[in-house]
């Protein structure tokens, strides 16, 4: 099956290898990326197929080297071949690709959000464990992979905060069509769009620790009313197909679904056992979510300190010492040694702590006490507190 926004070039059967991994810009020519994807077998990896992005990468040009390479060539496809024509999908320009990244606060740049696991249980065993979709991933990668191992029995993996919804809309289709048998797994976290997924299986289950929650489509954009417009249009209309599905899925009717997707629902493993949301909860502790859940309103307490924080650059540590009330020297100071990634003993942030706290009138002890607690938070408990 042709994928959307890559031409492929096959190099070898995929049934012959035990799970894949991907290396993105593994060669180039000509400046050029080409991606390798590796089979694996018996711990061994190998060149199974290579992949050449549509928007560098001419249909000519890839065919071309795929030939030099003695692979099977296969071109992308446009998106009416894969039934994305249904509605029209002009928000996904540029501009709101930038504005969707800056929403999540992560790059703009491709996240590996999927990959597929050994497994003595099950045939195949896939991890779904990050954002899915546009503009970060092509969820098609998911779908033409289900494809191709299209009578084995499944094991889905989840643990994502969501993502766009025709493509976790192309994912749940997928699995609800897989010849073979489908079990989805809540491992932590399946939110938005990643719990329409998680209902995709014949038999569902989840971590005792796992959430789901559901609430009403929403996007980010730019543009003007006609844009606007369009996109509220496309809103209702998704958000009818959720209302659909989670009724379809669980025991509850359309009218408490849809209150509940409106005031941003989440639910405890008990809870979507409860309501028929899944068959079965798995005892112990799946994975943690690590993510930033701050794009949610109503994340429940003590789940939100699940996600994954990031180093302060140089800048963003002096500001947050000059808001606990440092000085403008000991801010730089600490800023500057703090991101520079000096390991050797903590004598250079303990002296400057001691140093300031000396000027009565600048500090007192509890100041000088915080701020050496903030160091510590900031250096991954290196500065003594």
Request: proline residues 2%; glycine residues 8%; contains cysteine.
């Amino acid at each position: 099956m042709p994928m959307l926004n890559e031409h492929s070039c096959r190099l070898s059967d995929p049934q012959k290898y035990d799970s894949f991994t991907r290396k993105n810009c593994a060669e180039k020519d000509e400046d050029r990326c080409i991606d390798h994807i590796y089979g694996i077998k018996d711990g061994k990896s190998e060149i199974q197929a290579l992949r050449y992005n549509k928007k560098i990468w001419t249909e000519s040009s890839a065919r071309s080297h795929c030939d030099s390479r003695d692979g099977t060539f296969e071109a992308a496809s446009k998106e009416s071949d894969q039934g994305r024509n249904q509605m029209k999908l002009s928000y996904r320009n540029e501009k709101n690709a930038h504005t969707v990244a800056s929403y999540w606060k992560r790059p703009l740049a491709k996240i590996e959000y999927w990959k597929v696991e050994n497994s003595t249980e099950i045939d195949e065993e896939i991890l779904l464990y990050d954002i899915i979709g546009w503009p970060f991933n092509d969820a098609f990668e998911v779908v033409n992979y289900l494809r191709s191992v299209k009578n084995k029995d499944i094991r889905l993996k989840i643990n994502t905060p969501g993502g766009d919804f025709f493509d976790g809309l192309a994912i749940y289709a997928a699995l609800i069509e897989h010849g073979g048998n489908v079990t989805t797994q809540i491992d932590s976290l399946a939110a938005s769009i990643g719990s329409v997924i998680a209902l995709g299986g014949k038999e569902r289950q989840a971590y005792k620790s796992a959430m789901m929650m559901i609430h009403d489509p929403w996007t980010i954009a730019a543009g003007n009313q006609y844009d606007f417009r369009e996109l509220a249009d496309v809103l209702k209309k998704i958000s009818g197909n959720l209302i659909d599905i989670y009724a379809d899925k669980s025991n509850i009717g359309k009218r408490d679904i849809k209150t509940m997707m409106k005031d941003e629902t989440w639910f405890t493993a008990e809870e979507m056992k409860e309501n028929g949301f899944i068959d079965t909860i798995i005892e112990g502790n799946g994975v943690k979510a690590k993510f930033d859940l701050s794009v949610f309103a109503k994340v429940p307490e003590g789940f939100e300190g699940q996600k994954e924080g990031r180093e302060l650059t140089v800048r963003e540590t002096e500001r947050a010492l000059r808001n606990a009330g440092a000085s403008r020297t000991f801010a730089k100071t600490v800023a500057s040694v703090g991101c520079s990634g000096v390991k050797g003993d903590d004598q250079t942030l303990t002296s400057v702590v001691e140093e300031e706290a000396k000027d009565a009138n600048q500090w007192d002890t509890e100041i000088a006490d915080n701020l050496k607690t903030i160091i510590s938070n900031i250096r991954g408990g290196y500065a003594n507190a």
